[in-house]
């Protein structure tokens, strides 16, 4: 097969628990202080659905390996082949995502900013974005495979994100400290989607061999491997727009 779908999540929610006049704000390891726009969430009951609909419609659920062997080794996909991601590794990500991911045996991708991850365990509140603990992405290997979103470059202020600020040299030490955490090598998400061509390039330089983007589409042999396209999951997606996004 010559193309696969990447879907793209990032926060899971109850629907009971979900305030729609509530801001929800970030709880970060490095004391980030933003807001976590409210299409970023997925209620539970439609991610189990989702989940079950790719399980009981044969999808073929692929890693970040069998994406570089599809750009580099030539080897191809299995028809209806979807790679599952989550940006932040958010604490919802090991309470809700984790569990039902292993019910079907799927595999995921959690693009991780270093310093937003805890060292401790904090408490969940359905009120804030609270990111996962070093301990939590370490229950979760099993399933999820944590790739590089900077180690400190997911910030944003006067509507321009770091990545678009900072010089060549800044932008490699930060890869770089993220990279030697990380379980999956040369693998980038750019923070809030936005890059420049000479971001691409340094990654390039720095021999990454995949990069994501938010913008949404399907991604086929003829894409450049580092500007791949991600569908959004968002929190109205139900199951007939969800089904729109595979194909």
């Known amino acids: 097969m ?4 990447v879907l793209m999540y990032h926060e899971i929610i109850k629907k009971e628990d979900y305030k729609e006049d509530n801001n929800s704000e970030l ?13 970023l969430f997925v209620f539970l009951n439609e991610f189990e659905n ?3 609909y790719l399980y009981d419609n044969n999808y073929s659920i692929i890693t970040l390996k069998d994406v570089i062997d599809f750009y580099y080794n030539n080897k191809p996909l299995k028809e209806k082949s979807v790679l599952i991601t989550f940006d932040d590794t958010y604490k919802s990500s090991y309470i809700y995502a984790y569990p039902i991911l292993k019910k079907y045996g799927f595999s995921a991708v959690g693009f991780m900013v270093l310093n ?17 603990s070093k301990e939590e992405l370490e229950e979760m290997k099993d399933v999820f495979t944590y790739a590089n979103h900077t180690k400190s470059l997911h910030k944003r202020a006067d509507g321009i994100t770091d990545l678009l600020k900072v010089d060549k040299d800044t932008f490699i030490k930060d890869i770089r400290e993220c990279e030697s955490f990380v379980m999956a090598k040369k693998v980038f998400a750019y923070p809030f989607g936005v890059f420049k061509e000479e971001i691409v390039n340094w ?8 990069a ?9 042999k003829e894409d450049n491997p580092l500007k791949l396209k991600r569908n959004a999951v968002d929190l109205n997606c139900n199951l007939e727009k969800f089904k729109s996004l595979l194909t």
Do not use: H, R
């Open 27 to 39: 709880l970060v390891g490095d004391g980030y202080s933003d807001i976590l726009p409210k299409p």
């Open 2 to 5: 010559d193309k696969f779908t």
């Open 116 to 132: 937003w991850v805890f060292e401790d365990k904090q408490e969940y509140n359905p009120l804030k974005s609270v990111c996962a």
């Open 212 to 220: 994501f983007t938010t913008a949404p589409g399907i991604n086929t």
């Open 50 to 52: 989702q989940m079950k």
């Open 203 to 210: 990654l390039y330089d720095e021999k990454f061999l995949l």
